[in-house]
């Protein structure tokens, strides 16, 4: 599919709509579809997505400017006609090829008027492209825009039907609004929030998002990291019992087990085989990871600094600790702890961890972390913001649906 999505202005432009364009030029290209950006400003972002520069499209162009002065004084000159077809011409050229066009706000805001006018002669003379009018902010609706807008035409635009088009709206706040202002019922407009690019949020390093790439727990809740090397010291056969007993009251949990063989004692080969034995005898294949099964390189301190970002919570079943430094590096990330209670790690932890007994039950153990995360509201609402709105499952979710099932040419006309 050849997409074209357009606003006054692209990244490197700092803005809200700006970002959402990028990102969601990013997941389409990298879906496979032609994909080009059509603004004013901007510069190209990746070799996948060509920007296509129009100048009459800025917000700020000279020409644009004086026409909105004329418009913010309720009158429509000749000037905004010309402007008008000036858009057309220039625009018709860089649509021509375009199965969709995506336009972000244009069709909502007065910061164009004559733009936003191009794309209705545009939508209403043509079988394609298809129209999908994205719409962050809502004049009409808003106090602050107020003054720019008068009735009749072409301010009637911004509360418009567009027959044949495709409604969305970040929020069911707006998606009631904009059902109100332009007489459709609300669930015939779609509703599709914005997202958060988790690995530039959290800056992975490229090995990190490789490695979550294959292992697959971003979806996995909660999500339980044994930051230790694979010594039979660090106890994590109970490890494994907890998860087992774990996911029966929480069937998404993981635990994620960061570190290579112990260097220094070749009996740490036999512990791995018999810790994927145990592994398969609790059916845990997909939900116990041992990094060291999909990384044959050490991994780095910063790659492990990424999973304590990542994870929801520590969990450290050790039968004896020198000191305790994954203690500290789970205290700095501010998330929960789950340690055995051995000393020096009741020291380290005090009265502000969860203790279990490292050679007791592993049930017990389980329901203390089931019963502190499922009444943590830090917990739910992280785990409800990684599940929902990591941009990729925005876009697999919601975003590529909509695509897919866009009204065919026929059904529209």
């Not at 050679?359 to 917990?379: I, K, Q, R, W």
Request: hydrophobic share 45%; aromatic share 8%; proline share 7%.
């Amino acid at each position: 599919m050849n997409i074209t999505l357009m606003h006054y202005s692209a990244p490197p432009v700092v803005g809200g709509v700006e970002s959402v364009l990028a990102h969601h030029a990013r997941l389409m290209a990298n879906a496979g579809h032609q994909t080009q950006i059509v603004a004013a400003r901007g510069e190209p972002g990746s070799d996948s997505v060509r920007l296509r520069r129009a100048p009459l499209i800025d917000s700020l162009h000279p020409e644009v400017l004086a026409v909105k002065s004329e418009l913010d004084h309720g009158e429509v000159t000749p000037r905004f006609a010309a402007l008008r077809d000036a858009i057309v011409e220039q625009l018709s050229p860089l649509l021509s090829a375009s199965d969709v066009v995506i336009a972000h706000n244009i069709c909502s805001l007065a910061k164009n008027l004559p733009l936003t006018a191009a794309l209705a002669e545009l939508q209403a003379n043509s079988l394609r492209p298809h129209f999908i009018l994205w719409h962050h902010d809502l004049a009409w609706t808003t106090p602050r825009y107020r003054a720019e807008l008068r009735d009749g035409y072409p301010w009637d635009l911004l509360r418009s039907r567009w027959p044949g088009a495709t409604h969305v709206v970040d929020s069911h706040l707006r998606r009631r609004e904009l059902a109100e202002l332009i007489g459709v019922a609300p669930e015939t407009i779609h509703v599709i929030p914005i997202g958060v690019d988790l690995a530039a949020f959290y800056k992975l390093e490229s090995l990190t998002t490789d490695l979550l790439a294959r292992i697959g727990v971003w979806d996995a809740a909660p999500i339980l990291l044994l930051p230790a090397r694979l010594t039979r010291r660090k106890n994590i056969e109970f490890g494994l019992r907890m998860l087992a007993a774990l996911r029966r009251r929480m069937p998404a949990a993981v635990l994620v087990v960061t570190g290579p063989l112990g260097p220094h004692n070749p009996a740490n080969v036999r512990y791995l085989e018999e810790l994927h034995a145990l592994r398969t005898e609790l059916e845990l294949q997909n939900a116990a990871i041992f990094l060291a099964d999909w990384s044959d390189h050490f991994l780095p301190d910063s790659v492990i600094a990424d999973f304590y970002r990542l994870a929801d919570a520590l969990f450290l079943p050790s039968l004896e600790e020198g000191f305790g430094i994954p203690m500290l590096e789970a205290a700095f990330s501010r998330m929960p702890i789950f340690c055995s209670a051995i000393e020096p790690l009741t020291e380290l932890g005090r009265e502000d961890v969860v203790y279990f007994d490292p050679v007791g039950d592993p049930d017990a153990a389980a329901a203390s972390v089931a019963a502190t995360l499922e009444c943590s509201p830090v917990y739910r609402a992280a785990v409800h913001a990684r599940r929902t709105y990591r941009w990729e499952r925005v876009y697999s979710q919601q975003i590529a649906p909509l695509l897919a099932n866009l009204p065919s040419e026929k059904e529209i006309h």
